[in-house]
């Protein structure tokens, strides 16, 4: 609690500084855009760019989950088909010796 108000009275601080600097330069005739209102819309503008840059990310490590998640799937499968392949002439046997005796 304490630190956000001390973070708040310094980032106040520093917009007045800020707002105080455009006002000297205008009243000097610079032309400027030194104010609160372009930090904030600057610094706005870099959340934006960041959380896009961090949508971009997220959507990359999703699509390589999904090709992960479908090359096990079929890794599985052909395990499965192999395993069935391989065990198939002892099935048939133990079936036919089965059907003999019944």
């Known amino acids: 609690m304490k630190i956000d108000k001390k973070l708040n009275e ?4 520093a917009l007045v ?4 600097l ?10 400027n855009q030194i104010n609160r209102h372009n ?9 934006k760019r960041l959380e ?3 949508d971009s990310i997220s959507a990359a490590v999703d699509t390589g989950k999904s090709k992960i998640d479908n090359i096990v799937r079929s890794a599985e499968k052909l395990v499965v ?11 048939y046997t133990i079936d036919r ?6």
């Open 10 to 13: 310094i980032a106040e601080s």
């Open 17 to 20: 500084q800020l707002d105080s």
């Open 22 to 31: 455009g006002y000297r330069l205008d009243a000097i005739g610079v032309e």
């Open 39 to 47: 930090l904030i819309a600057l610094v706005m503008f870099g959340q």
């Open 52 to 54: 896009g840059e961090m």
């Open 81 to 91: 088909s192999a395993t069935d392949l391989a065990l198939f002439p002892a099935k």
């Open 97 to 102: 010796v089965k059907a003999q005796l019944a």
